[in-house]
């Protein structure tokens, strides 16, 4: 069964600093990978998807992502947070033949003025 | 107003009561889900539909009953409600399966006392 680690429960970043959040999956094959970003009392909102192609994709509000294979992983990356990032972080994996999203635990993003 | 509404936003109710959680989404989407976002565990599947009167279980559907009669609405029904059913449940929809973006609601905080 395929499954989503993210290791990072809580991330505290200062305002203009570089952002990374890790997300690594269990899958045979190569999956559909996504972010979404859920702001408090929100729904989820899509950030950047993954399927095939390019390893390194680009999202909504400056994030970006890269997929390594050989590490099995799908981090998610800015170079400069705003204030307004901060909320929760999720990262999501479909396989090829599964009908259904299998959502990581989330990372909680604080960012300091 | 176009877009996926969830009502009540906020319910509670009594162990052992039946209650009626509410989806509706003007797009047209064949694909609707219903999550369950719980501390520590992300969002897990419960129900999710493929298009009007066709609907199958998530990961976690037991104690939950769902119906679709029309591609529209996507109601989730607690039978008969316990304690551990206390959560914040996310109402989604797409165009197709899993592989494309969902786009979710603003979420029922239901707690069962």
């Known amino acids: 069964a395929q499954s989503v680690t993210q290791p990072d429960i809580h991330i505290t970043v200062s305002e203009g600093a570089s952002l990374e959040l890790r997300c690594n999956y269990s899958?045979?094959?190569?999956?559909?990978l996504f972010w979404y970003v859920q702001s408090p009392g929100q729904g989820l909102q899509l950030l950047l998807k993954?399927?095939?192609?390019?390893?390194l994709v680009q999202g909504i509000k400056g994030f970006e992502a890269e997929f390594k294979r050989s590490q099995s992983s799908f981090n998610l990356r800015k170079p400069s947070v705003h204030w307004s990032d901060a909320a929760e972080y999720f990262c999501?994996?479909?396989?090829?033949?599964?009908?259904?999203?299998?959502f990581g635990s989330g990372t909680q993003l604080t960012v300091l003025p | 107003d176009a877009g996926i509404t969830q009502s009540p936003r906020y319910k509670i109710t009594e162990t052992g009561r039946q209650v009626t959680l509410m989806c509706h989404q003007t797009?047209?989407?064949?694909?609707m889900f219903w999550y369950r976002q719980d501390l520590g565990h992300g969002l897990r599947l419960i129900y999710y539909?493929?298009?009007?009167?066709?609907?199958d279980k998530g990961e976690v559907p037991d104690g939950y009953v769902v119906s679709r009669s029309k591609t529209e609405n996507f109601p989730l029904t607690l039978e008969s409600a316990t304690r551990s059913q206390t959560s914040v449940y996310f109402c989604?929809?797409?165009?197709?399966?899993?592989?494309?973006?969902?786009?979710f609601g603003p979420g029922t905080r239901l707690t069962v006392t």
């Open positions: 899958y045979g094959a190569t999956p559909y």
């Open positions: 989604a929809s797409s165009e197709g399966w899993a592989a494309a973006e969902q786009y």
């Open positions: 993954y399927f095939s192609g390019d390893t």
């Open positions: 797009w047209s989407h064949s694909y």
């Open positions: 999501a994996v479909a396989s090829g033949s599964a009908r259904q999203l299998t």
């Open positions: 539909s493929a298009a009007a009167d066709i609907t």
